[in-house]
């Protein structure tokens, strides 16, 4: 299989969870001006820890779930913080790749959407961004501290939404993560950055 190949399958797979989930059809409309951009294969520790507890998905997203371990080895995988900021425990059990958008394997200028996975016990600090962001569960389970907002957990088949640099902070629970991300508005083609 080439990495086309798998990342058409994976691209078709997160079409079916959004062509079935209304909050993610609200947040943006699904882009028009898709192309394959061959990045290369970044690799990234936290694929062996995927494999190993990828969490049991919900239904919309079980076809997401299964797609992935063709193309761990070949996602430009992306850590974005230094052990300074978020620790090596971290940086070697989470990863994350753009499916599509102004750097995704993908290329779009419309929209912006991200796979990404938290391994269990996992802290992620307060940040932020300025592109407004929609998080959905499709298996495991988090708790969002976000601000002006009580604690939330979210479980599998759940959102979660982020407004223009409103600082979050995640953490993950006895399971693994596996989210579906969308992002959209000003900054859409930006980096978040740990909350100073
Ligand atoms: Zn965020």
Redesign the pocket.
Known sequence: MTAEAAFSRLLAAARGLYDATPALQGFQDWPNDLRWANRAHVPQPATAEIAAQCPKCCPASQALADALPDVFDRAEWRVTYTADEVGQDFIDRYGYFELYGPSGMYHSDQARAYVGFWGAGLVYPE???QAE?I?YICGGSALFDTEGQPQRRVGPGDWHE?AANQR?AMRTEDQALLTF?LWRGAGMAGL?EIAT
Do not use: I, L, T
């Open positions: 940040h932020r961004h962001e998080y982020h979050h991300v978040p």
